[in-house]
């Protein structure tokens, strides 16, 4: 009988009170799945070892991505980790949703640290963009993130996110608008100088339909790029003068699907698009 298993333990290393190095084991202890795929509600809870076991087809491969998109949210990555897996039209519970109930996908999971006693809990809210919105069709949105510990007599949440605004505890316990904008900034730094142009560059390839404002420094994301500048911020003046002055050609790219693509159209062709595998 098919099956699959888990073994999640994490160490991470601190220091304690007196600047001494301190092993801190955390566990996982359990994972809340909701509205996933064929997942419509489920919550399991792991000892040291789990097993998921059944036939072909029952779900265990989706508990076991679960596993992965919370990581891939501790990440930052999750957007792209659905996007990449089929964006929300697959992601969503495969089931029927009463009328006025919004598509959405919950994912959490519960760790305790083994030396400690400390619980600790994530769970992250995606669902799709609003339609006036900056964002495709189906592209992944989180909506609330949350994670909070257990060290006493209730849960504390150290930190919140509801849509774009972040907040966390700080040392005395209040809860204070989280600085991201630093961080965000700094993340956002992007080096150029190895970029390829050959045949296999992952700039000729068509990319994953996701919101994207600045170019990857490999250029991978250079389809989404466009797609965001002609479809979201329906604003293409100063790349279609680019692309003019420098090809003498006409950028066209269409309305996202999974994936963006563009290509080029050609004086001297005017009824053909060129891909830009094809350049």
Request: proline share 6%.
């Given at each position: 009988?098919?099956?699959?298993?888990?073994?999640?333990?994490?160490?991470?290393?601190?220091?304690?009170?007196?600047?001494?190095?301190?092993?801190?084991?955390?566990?996982?202890?359990?994972?809340?799945?909701?509205?996933?795929?064929?997942?419509?509600?489920?919550?399991?809870?792991?000892?040291?070892?789990?097993?998921?076991?059944?036939?072909?087809?029952?779900?265990?491969?989706?508990?076991?991505?679960?596993?992965?998109?919370?990581?891939?949210a501790g990440q930052?990555?999750?957007?792209?980790?659905?996007?990449?897996?089929?964006?929300?039209?697959?992601?969503?519970?495969?089931?029927?949703?009463?009328?006025?109930?919004?598509?959405?996908?919950?994912?959490?999971?519960?760790?305790?640290?083994?030396?400690?006693?400390?619980?600790?809990?994530?769970?992250?809210?995606?669902?799709?963009?609003?339609?006036?919105?900056?964002?495709?069709?189906?592209?992944?949105?989180?909506?609330?993130?949350?994670?909070?510990?257990?060290?006493?007599?209730?849960?504390?949440?150290?930190?919140?996110?509801?849509?774009?605004?972040?907040?966390?505890?700080?040392?005395?316990?209040?809860?204070?608008?989280?600085?991201?904008?630093?961080?965000?900034?700094?993340?956002?730094?992007?080096?150029?100088?190895?970029?390829?142009?050959?045949?296999?560059?992952?700039?000729?390839?068509?990319?994953?339909?996701?919101?994207?404002?600045?170019l990857d420094e490999?250029?991978?994301?250079?389809?989404?790029?466009?797609?965001?500048?002609?479809?979201?911020?329906?604003?293409?003046?100063?790349?279609?003068?680019?692309?003019?002055?420098?090809?003498?050609?006409?950028?066209?790219?269409?309305?996202?699907?999974?994936?963006?693509?563009?290509?080029?159209?050609?004086?001297?062709?005017?009824?053909?698009?060129?891909?830009?595998?094809?350049?």
């Amino acid at each position: 009988m098919p099956l699959a298993s888990v073994q999640q333990r994490g160490r991470f290393a601190g220091r304690d009170a007196r600047g001494s190095p301190e092993r801190r084991i955390m566990r996982l202890t359990g994972l809340v799945a909701e509205g996933y795929r064929s997942l419509k509600s489920i919550r399991l809870e792991f000892g040291q070892v789990g097993l998921f076991v059944g036939e072909n087809g029952v779900g265990k491969s989706n508990l076991y991505r679960a596993l992965q998109l919370i990581k891939a949210a501790g990440q930052g990555s999750l957007a792209y980790e659905i996007a990449r897996e089929g964006g929300m039209q697959s992601a969503l519970w495969s089931g029927g949703r009463r009328l006025a109930q919004p598509a959405r996908v919950i994912l959490g999971a519960e760790l305790e640290n083994d030396e400690t006693a400390a619980k600790f809990s994530y769970q992250v809210e995606i669902g799709l963009p609003p339609p006036v919105s900056a964002g495709f069709a189906f592209e992944p949105q989180v909506k609330e993130e949350k994670l909070s510990v257990e060290a006493g007599r209730r849960p504390v949440e150290m930190m919140t996110r509801k849509g774009p605004a972040a907040f966390a505890r700080d040392g005395d316990g209040r809860r204070v608008e989280y600085p991201v904008r630093l961080l965000a900034a700094v993340a956002g730094w992007r080096f150029y100088h190895g970029f390829r142009t050959d045949r296999d560059s992952p700039a000729r390839k068509p990319s994953l339909a996701i919101t994207s404002t600045m170019l990857d420094e490999d250029g991978g994301n250079l389809a989404a790029v466009f797609a965001t500048l002609a479809h979201i911020r329906q604003d293409t003046v100063d790349l279609d003068r680019a692309v003019a002055d420098a090809l003498g050609a006409e950028l066209d790219v269409p309305e996202p699907g999974e994936a963006a693509t563009f290509g080029l159209k050609l004086p001297e062709f005017p009824q053909r698009l060129f891909r830009p595998e094809e350049l």
